[in-house]
C-alpha cells in the first residue's frame, strides 16, 4: 500500500502498521484487539522508537523474558497488550502527523516535555488517562497553541 492511496488524515509514512492502526475509529480498533493483533505490531514499535527489549516490554506491561519468548514464537499479543500497542501506534501516527516525519514524532515521544511534568510522551502514555494528555498536547500543537 503506497501512501498516495491514503485517503485520511492520518500521516504520510512508508509503515504500514501505523498507517493502518492509525486509521481505526474506536468500533474498529474494538474488533481488531479483540480478535487479537500479532506481535509484529510490537516489534515494529519497538524499531520505530528505538528500544530496547526491556522498553518494548513494558510498552505492553509485560516482563522482557516473556515479550522476547512471545516475539520468539510469534505469538499473538492478548486483549492488554494489543490496546497498549494501539494507544501508542495511534499516538505515533498523531505525533508523525503533526511533526512530519516518524523520525521526528519517534524523536519528540521520548523527550521530556514540559506540558507533560517533564516525563516523555511514551512514559505518560502508559495509561489511558496520560494517553489522552499526550494526544491533547499533540492536538493543541497541530492548531497552534503554544506550549
Excluded: C
Excluded at 528500544?51 to 519468548?69: H, K, M, N, P, V
Amino acid at each position: 500500500m503506497s501512501p498516495t492511496t491514503q485517503q485520511s488524515a492520518p500521516p504520510k509514512t512508508e509503515d504500514d502498521w501505523v498507517r493502518r492502526v492509525a486509521n481505526w475509529d474506536d468500533a474498529t480498533a474494538n474488533v481488531e484487539i479483540r480478535q487479537g493483533l500479532p506481535i509484529a505490531l510490537v516489534v515494529r514499535l519497538q524499531e520505530l522508537l528505538d528500544l530496547t527489549d526491556e522498553q518494548a516490554a513494558r510498552l505492553i506491561g509485560r516482563s522482557r523474558s516473556t515479550y522476547s519468548r512471545h516475539r520468539n514464537q510469534d505469538k499473538e499479543l492478548g486483549v492488554p497488550e494489543a490496546e497498549r500497542a494501539v494507544r501508542y501506534a495511534q499516538l505515533l501516527a498523531l505525533a508523525a502527523e503533526t511533526f512530519g516525519s516518524l523520525e521526528d514524532a519517534a524523536a519528540w515521544m521520548q523527550e521530556p516535555n514540559r506540558a507533560l511534568d517533564d516525563d516523555t510522551p511514551l512514559d505518560m502514555a502508559e495509561t489511558a488517562p496520560g494517553a489522552t494528555m499526550v494526544r491533547d498536547l499533540l492536538l493543541g500543537v497541530q492548531h497552534g497553541f503554544v506550549l
